[in-house]
């Protein structure tokens, strides 16, 4: 195989029917969370991080193309993100529903959100350790994978901090604390639980991914 045939099979990998759903995908979601969204300050904070996701994605695909799945689990984390900005995540109205349905206290989306912030960077960061051969040893890898992780929900409550510093009291929509006083280490929580559940169920099938770009 020549190396240009060699470099058009990464730049082509994922294929450009998949590129051109997910882009479709990505872009009626963010139009559809920018209408008459609860307020315009909470969904730029809330969507903001996917909008960088989007632009490193686009900035670096002919490059550093990443595995099918973690585009996807990206896109995922963005959807959760447009909807969670749209609405505020404390007034979600299927977890309104579920909240009282089950009788609950509080709107729990956030923690949706938060499960997938670990889930999602947990395979990115996979992805980027086994790409660069930076770990050597699969018990490491899980170990680094999940430190990382929760330096990311740490890094991210620390943001929150922030923006509520500066902010003050238009700061409570985006936290969506909703009164709970441990709602910061409980994020950090299902983060931590969301990166162990992505290393435990896609570890095999990101591994069969990978395999494609050793083989280029």
Same mark, same amino acid.
């Given at each position: 195989m020549s190396v240009e045939s060699s470099v058009e099979r990464k730049v082509s990998y994922p /294929?450009?029917?998949q590129r051109a759903v997910w882009l479709l995908i990505f872009l009626a979601v963010l139009i559809w969370s920018a @209408?008459?969204?609860?307020?315009?300050?909470?969904?730029?904070?809330?969507?903001?991080?996917? !909008?960088?996701?989007?632009? $490193?994605?686009v900035g670096t695909y002919r490059r550093f193309p990443l595995t099918?799945?973690?585009?996807? !689990?990206?896109?995922?984390?963005?959807?959760?993100? #447009?909807?969670?900005?749209?609405?505020?995540?404390?007034?979600?109205?299927?977890f309104d529903w579920?909240?009282?349905?089950?009788?609950?206290?509080?709107?729990?989306?956030?923690?949706? /959100?938060?499960?997938?912030? /670990?889930?999602?960077?947990a395979i990115l960061a996979r992805e980027l350790l086994l790409r660069l051969n930076v770990v050597n040893g699969r018990l490491w890898l899980a170990y680094v994978v999940l430190c990382i992780v929760l330096s990311f929900s740490a890094?991210?409550?620390?943001?929150?901090w922030w923006v509520a510093l500066m902010s003050g009291e238009s700061a409570t929509a985006f936290l /969506?604390?909703?009164?709970?006083?441990?709602?910061?280490?409980?994020? #950090?929580?299902?983060? !931590? @639980?969301?990166?162990?559940?992505? $290393? $435990? #169920? !896609?570890?095999?099938?990101?591994?069969?991914?990978l395999e494609r770009f050793a083989a280029d």
């Open positions: /294929g450009t029917g @209408v008459n969204p609860k307020d315009y300050p909470t969904w730029f904070l809330e969507v903001v991080p996917a !909008l960088i996701g989007i632009a $490193l994605i099918p799945l973690l585009y996807w !689990l990206i896109l995922i984390h963005c959807l959760i993100l #447009m909807v969670g900005g749209h609405y505020t995540y404390a007034e979600v109205p299927l579920i909240r009282d349905y089950t009788g609950g206290s509080r709107n729990n989306y956030d923690k949706v /959100g938060h499960f997938v912030q /670990g889930f999602v960077p890094f991210y409550e620390l943001i929150e /969506g604390t909703q009164g709970y006083v441990w709602d910061t280490q409980s994020d #950090m929580q299902y983060a !931590l @639980v969301g990166g162990i559940a992505a $290393l $435990l #169920m !896609l570890s095999r099938w990101h591994d069969r991914q």
